[in-house]
């Protein structure tokens, strides 16, 4: 029987790292952090996603502010804000809340954050870096994944990591993640064959949208399986994307979800600020 990776637990663990890096730059330069999230419009998991990231923003000492334009704002009064946020020295971290209306282009407004305030890790430049493996903000959700491999003793190196979804926010830079640790990876996506790539896996990742489309039977004996997935069930349950009664029983570990991959994603951009703040300097 699988053991549970404890997300909510881990996620507490970074905050309270990030919490001990925060204090010290404050005694030491006399600043704490920067966090603006700009949420457009009243998308309601927006508003949810946004509030957790206050509140952990609060928790571990950032100063933070929230941005609330109307859905109808232009493309370039959007850009507008951003740039002002580039500009703004006590703002080390810029989060633009996605999905945006359908009449903004997403991919210029992103492109507008400054690369040294992108903590979402989601700009060209610091796409690119993480694609030739330098240095460089990460997306949250794939570094948290690393972090939840990292504390339950999974070292990546010479095993065959298999991701499941190749969306450029979670499956791709995931894949290119293991890559540099040295897996042996395959990016799996809707053309894939699934029942022959899953069972090849000593870790997998799955990032898909889908309830329970991995099979517990396709999961190889002993892999470390990490649920990516959110779904919420039309009975109201959150589930992931993983059929887990039946991978628990044969995974070494495995993430619930919720209170797995979730909660790491928040104090990953926790970790992604207080780093954009010391590279600051200021
Ligand atoms: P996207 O919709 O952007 O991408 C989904 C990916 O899954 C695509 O690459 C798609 O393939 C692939 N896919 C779809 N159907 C299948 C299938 N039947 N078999 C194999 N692959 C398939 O999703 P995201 O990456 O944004 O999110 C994925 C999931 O992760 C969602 O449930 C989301 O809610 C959750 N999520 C959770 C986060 C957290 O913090 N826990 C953070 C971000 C996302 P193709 O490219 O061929 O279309």
Known sequence: MA????????????????????DALQSSKGFVP?????????????????NGKKKAAAEVGFQSWELHPDADITQDALVALVRQLNEDPR??????????????DADAILAA???????????????GSLMLG??????????GVMRLLAEVGCDPAGKKAVVVG???????????????RDATVTLCHSKSDLAREVPLADILVVAVGVPELIRGEWIKPGAVVIDVGMNRRADGKLVGDVAFASASERASFITPVPGGVGPMTIAMLMRNTLDAALRSGK
């Open 3 to 22: 053991q549970l990776i404890d997300g909510s637990a881990i996620a507490a663990k970074v905050r309270a790292e990030v919490r001990a890096g925060v």
């Open 166 to 180: 190749r969306s450029n926010i979670v499956g791709k830079p995931q894949a290119l993640l293991l890559l540099q």
């Open 34 to 50: 920067g966090l603006a999230v700009v949420r457009v419009g009243e998308d309601p998991a927006s508003r949810i996603y946004v």
């Open 91 to 104: 703002v080390h971290g810029i989060l633009v809340q996605l999905p945006l209306p359908k009449h903004l």
């Open 113 to 127: 954050v400054a690369p040294e305030k992108d903590v979402d890790g989601f700009h060209p430049l610091n796409a």
């Open 134 to 143: 330098r240095p460089g903000p990460r997306a949250c959700t794939p570094l």
